[in-house]
């Protein structure tokens, strides 16, 4: 009975959407049978909007073009104000009258920030990811905004890259989840109302695995190693009905990604069925000129042959297209897929029945950096917060005595809410100075020093301020800072340190090859540690650092990232005890830079280093550091403990579809309400292409009280065991799996199966 219930309402729901898509088909039929050719390129063009300022529209070049129909969208324009003006053009003085779509890299929220995404997804919250998605969705779409340039899924497994910062770290599965869980968050259930806004996934395909973690630099892999682990995110968010795809700037096999067919159509269209349109990055088609491609001609002509629909700034589409018809380099019938396919969008959005839908200035008043959105962005950053070390339980902090809160980033609003903010209100946001007065109020005197400057050399520092981000340089002598903070710090309890990066230093175009604190801070900690007096380490950063050093000599680290706008009230409610830290690392983090690439789904090799074993001649190793990391994927401490028992299994052995329950208990052995993330990896150990050690393919975050125990199960069948083999054929392969259940990658408890087909 049930089960007709909901076949009846498919069937209900399919009709439906027939129905829709036929009205629009027909729509767009009719339109595009009123269209001239160059109106058709015009609505594949993206053009940059840099010069457009309220009042004067009308005057500039964009103006014009879009006068002529010569422009699809614009985007990163901020105010309802200004949309409003140059929506108005297009549909009130251009031929067809046909809407612009507004795009915006609304990355970690709008003006109320939320913590950069390698932090967001240290929360390992996908209830907690998609309402921050659902909060930008809001505030952006209160501004005119109707498409966002996010979630960017990139897998990362190198810390050199800057944007690492943007992603959610390195793993496939834990990738896939987030990238499910912000297109649903952006795009809602429909686009009815107007609070959902599209969503563009980001960068396909691959461009994490940029060689030496130079930015925009060549990738070449296996399709193994693709499918295996790079490819899950992209697909994941086509799963979840990603209404836009954004093209990366590297080359995949040899060919740019912008002008890729094989990943353009092939895979993207015709394996994973993706029905919306493609974007090209910034410039990616004129870029193709660089990558030695051939002339802007040939670029763009290869570009939409490829199944590229849309061109961001570089104008190639829309100035060669024409040529290239007469010259048969491109077809007719591919321009018109690429028009329908953005028309399509702009329908689906309901900007043909109302332009102005997100152009509502009574929501821009009342909806943006509200005060339950800044609630919900304090509580977010928190729990992207990572404990790293907690020698004695230094942490928390006693709400009473002196703090001393030193360093370069103590007292520096600006680069709280990190790399791409684009919409932040920089004045808005609070320092971490600020946050912990204004919580812990007159119960704690707080003093405060420089100690450093972000970096010796200045001009380094200039690199990394960028954006309105300064940093504020002292032009003292170093000495001088150094020893002002170090008499601060003698009238202190305890030294709270506010160090690491600035929010420019990661994010794009911002690599790095050594990936320390930079050495004017790490003097300074050193000197503070050298003190005697306890020191906790409030870590900025948009990256894994290195931090052996560290993490051998300080007695208490908390990673806060860059946690968005509300970020220096959120560092408060951790340090002081009032939120229990409970993030989890999405990145392995180094002992040093010469491990990279280091990440915990590794292959054996056919030397692995015997366990527990750091150097042995003829394995593969290091002769001056140990295989392992600082701190492992999935790690992170809480103010409490948690043990796990072994693993019980309902059953050793298992036969095709069958599935197995795996379960620990697991019990809060310390004395305060903590959460824990639970996690399930799984390592096949036989297989016909060689296996990972381990893969994460469950988790479960969960609270318990102190004294509180939980039986934690997973059920795990032949699904979880599936994996692209050497023809890649999606499947799994019979034989014994190592199920290991833990509080990180590395410390699990184990048990065996034996699956057979
Ligand atoms: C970035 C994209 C971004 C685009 C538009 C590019 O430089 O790579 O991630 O969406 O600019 O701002």
Known sequence: MKRSIILFAICIFSINSYAQDAKMKTFIDALMQKMTLEEKLGQLNL???????????????????????????????????????????????????????????????????????????????????????RIAAVEASADGINWTFSPMVDIARDPRWG???????????????????????????????????????????????????????????????????????????????????????????????????????????KQWGFKGFVVTDYTGINEMVDHGIGDLQTASARALMAGIDMDMVGEGLLTTTQKSLKEKKVTLAQIDAACRRILEAKYKLGLFDNPYKYCDENRAKTEIFTASNRAEARSTAAQSFVLLKNNNNVLPLKKSGTVAVIGPLADNKENMPGTWSVAADFSKATSLLTGLKE????????????????????????????????????????????QEALDVAKGADVIVAALGES????????????????????????????????????????????????????????????????????????????????????????????????????????????????????????????????YPFGYGLSYTSFTYSEIQLSSASAKGNQTIKATVKVTNSGSVTGKEVVQLYIRDVVGSVTRPVKE???????????????????????????????DLKYDWEPGEFTIMIGTNSRDVKKATVNWAK
């Open 47 to 133: 053009p940059g909007s840099g010069d457009i300022v309220t009042g004067q529209a009308g005057n500039s070049d964009i103006a014009k073009k879009i006068e002529q129909g010569k422009v699809g969208g614009l985007f990163n324009i901020k105010s309802v104000a200004k949309i409003k003006e140059v929506q108005k053009l297009a549909v009130e003085k251009s031929r067809l009258k046909i809407p612009l779509i507004f795009g915006m890299d609304v990355i970690h929220g709008y003006e109320t920030v939320f913590p950069i995404p390698l932090g967001l997804s240290c929360s390992w919250d996908m209830d907690l990811i998609k309402r921050s998605a």
């Open 439 to 482: 919580v812990v109020g007159s119960q704690v005197k707080i003093i405060t020093a420089r100690g450093s400057n972000l970096d010796e050399d200045s001009l380094f520092e200039d690199r990394a301020g960028m954006f309105g981000k300064s940093l504020h340089r002292d032009s003292r002598p170093a000495e001088v800072i150094l």
């Open 163 to 269: 944007r690492i910062a943007e992603g959610s770290g390195e793993d496939p599965y834990l990738g896939s989840q987030i990238a499910k869980a912000m297109v649903t968050g952006y795009q809602g259930t429909s686009y009815a109302g107007n609070t959902s806004i599209m969503s563009c996934v980001k960068h396909y395909a691959m461009y994490g695995a940029t060689e030496a973690g130079r930015d925009y630099n060549t990738t070449d892999m296996s399709h193994q190693r693709m499918f295996n682990e790079y490819m899950p995110p992209y697909k994941a968010a086509v799963e979840a009905g990603v209404g836009s795809v954004m093209a990366s700037f590297n080359e995949v096999d040899g060919v740019p990604a912008t002008a890729n067919k094989w990943l353009m159509t092939e895979v993207l269209r």
């Open 696 to 726: 994460l393919k469950g988790f479960q975050k969960i609270e318990l009280k102190a004294g509180e125990s939980r039986d934690i199960s997973f059920n795990i069948s032949p699904e979880d065991l599936k994996f692209y083999n050497y």
């Open 503 to 630: 929010a420019e230093m990661s994010g794009e175009s911002s690599s790095r090859s050594n990936i320390s604190i930079p050495k004017a801070q790490q003097d300074l900690l050193k000197a503070l540690v050298a003190t005697g007096k306890p020191v906790v380490l409030v870590l900025f950063t948009g990256r894994p650092l290195a931090l052996k050093w560290e993490n051998d000599n300080v007695p208490a680290i908390l990673n806060v990232w860059f946690g968005g706008s509300e970020a220096g009230y959120a560092i408060a409610d951790v340090l002081f005890g009032d939120v229990n830290p409970s993030g989890k690392l999405s990145t392995t983090f180094p002992q040093n830079v010469g491990q990279v690439p280091i990440y915990y789904a590794h292959k054996r090799t056919g030397r692995p280093l015997g366990e527990g074993k750091w150097f042995e001649k003829f394995r593969s190793n290091y002769l001056d550091v140990s295989n392992d990391p600082v």
